[in-house]
């Protein structure tokens, strides 16, 4: 049974970063991409970027370009997000999702809520 | 960017009614469009992929059409466990650069 389980909740201040994991297991981590989508309390799903971990490679939403940073380790099949200049706005449910390189999500993560707060 | 329009924001459904939910693209995205439920606290659940294909273990309540444009996903008899945030999302770019609609809230009428 494939499972993608994340961190645990962060608390930061503004201008600080967070890095959020994302740990797959019951499937082949090789074979798919990781995205990161979050959610912001009471709004919708805005996704952030994704890695193909085979390549190593990952491409992201303009609206992160040079804030967030997206990686993964093959060897434990753990995939990461980093975001930094953390700002109040940043406050969400930050889920990781699987898709074969460009399709649905077919799992998600159970969300890591990061509160950035002075 | 591809912009997602979903309508309406909110729908009031009766339970063992039909509730139909609309998805707009801004421009072709073929039939690369997925459909998610949502539950408080909960992740997002896949429910259509392709437009029309429901992912495995979803009931055959859960209907979706379209292609292009305009999509609908259609709940035939509303169960309890059916009222939540409903989002379309497509998958048409490439490199992708997924966008989701704002979401259909799904409330008992």
């Known amino acids: 049974q494939v499972q993608l389980v994340q961190s645990g909740a962060e608390v930061k201040k503004p201008g600080s970063s967070v890095k959020v994991s994302c740990k797959a297991s019951g499937g082949t981590f090789s074979s798919y991409t990781i995205s990161w989508v979050r959610q912001a309390p009471g709004q919708g799903l805005e996704w952030m970027g994704r890695i193909i971990p085979i390549f190593g490679t990952a491409n992201y939403a303009q609206k992160f370009q040079g804030r967030v940073t997206i990686t993964a380790d093959e060897s434990t099949s753990t995939a990461y997000m980093e975001l930094s200049s953390l700002r109040s706005e940043d406050t969400a449910v930050y889920y990781c999702?699987?898709?074969?390189?460009?399709?649905?999500?077919?799992?998600w993560g159970q969300g890591t809520l990061v509160t950035v707060s002075s | 960017e591809i912009v997602m329009t979903q309508s309406p924001a909110t729908l009031s459904v009766s339970p063992g009614e039909r509730a139909t939910l609309s998805c707009r693209a801004s421009?072709?995205?073929?039939?690369?469009l997925a459909w998610y439920q949502q539950k408080p606290g909960q992740a997002p659940r896949l429910l259509i992929y392709g437009a029309s294909t429901r992912a495995t273990g979803i009931p055959a309540r859960f209907s979706g059409s379209g292609s292009g444009t305009e999509f609908t996903l259609t709940i035939s008899s509303l169960q309890s466990e059916d009222f939540a945030v409903y989002y379309c999302?497509?998958?048409?770019?490439?490199?992708?650069?997924?966008?989701f609609g704002q979401g259909t809230k799904l409330e008992i009428k």
């Open positions: 999302q497509q998958y048409n770019n490439w490199p992708p650069k997924y966008t």
């Open positions: 421009q072709s995205v073929s039939s690369n």
């Open positions: 999702a699987r898709a074969l390189v460009a399709t649905e999500f077919d799992y």
